[in-house]
């Protein structure tokens, strides 16, 4: 059964196209116009509810959207990629807790940055721009990967957003940061990832 991305260029889901690329293994990468009239389509919401993308589908199985759901599948689909710990690892409570991050507080905060918004951090479930940056920080001390020299699907969505967001300014270019997005962007599949994005963005 073949794998589908439903996919457009310069777009979020570039970080699931790097997560397949990552990932090794056949898929098909189907591309879908977010701007044409009509979009989203009724049969692309059996794919993604919300008609964004990225979406995903296995074969004769159910359509899906959500960047960490579609990063979560595919890691556990092949564990012997190691991009995410087995259910049993005592680590994978943290792994998913880190999986979740970016979509859970790092795009709040983002968003909290670009507008200037001042959240009640004790109200708010992603706390604040701050406390999540310290966090973050933290975490990825002492590195190489937040999971010492084991790269999981967690490293390429906490890289693929502090990469969007230091490019936008919506992150700071802390050392931490600048370092980690650059070691997890040397990586061949966010350079095959990168020339895809590239021809695909060249189509008309």
Not at 86 to 94: F, L, N, V
Request: a positive charge.
């Amino acid at each position: 059964m073949t794998m589908k991305l439903y996919y457009c260029p310069q777009t979020r889901a570039f970080t699931s196209l790097w997560m397949m690329e990552e990932a090794g293994q056949p898929y098909e990468l189907v591309r879908v116009d977010i701007r044409a009239p009509g979009h989203p389509s009724d049969d692309y919401k059996k794919i993604n509810p919300m008609g964004k993308v990225a979406g995903f589908k296995d074969g004769d199985g159910i359509g899906f959207g959500e960047t960490a759901a579609i990063l979560l599948y595919v890691a556990d689909k092949f564990p012997q990629t190691k991009l995410s710990p087995p259910p049993a690892d005592p680590r994978r409570g943290r792994f998913l807790q880190w999986l979740m991050f970016s979509p859970s507080t790092i795009e709040p905060v983002m968003m909290e940055k670009r507008t200037g918004a001042a959240p009640n951090s004790f109200s708010a479930g992603w706390g604040d721009y701050e406390r999540a940056m310290a966090a973050l920080e933290q975490a990825l001390k002492p590195g190489p990967y937040l999971f010492g020299n084991d790269f999981t699907a967690a490293d390429l969505f906490i890289g693929s957003s502090l990469g969007f967001g230091m490019r936008f300014g919506m992150v700071d270019k802390r050392p931490g940061f600048v370092e980690f997005a650059e070691r997890c962007a040397a990586r061949p599949s966010f350079k095959r990832a990168t020339e895809i994005e590239a021809r695909e963005a060249a189509k008309k």
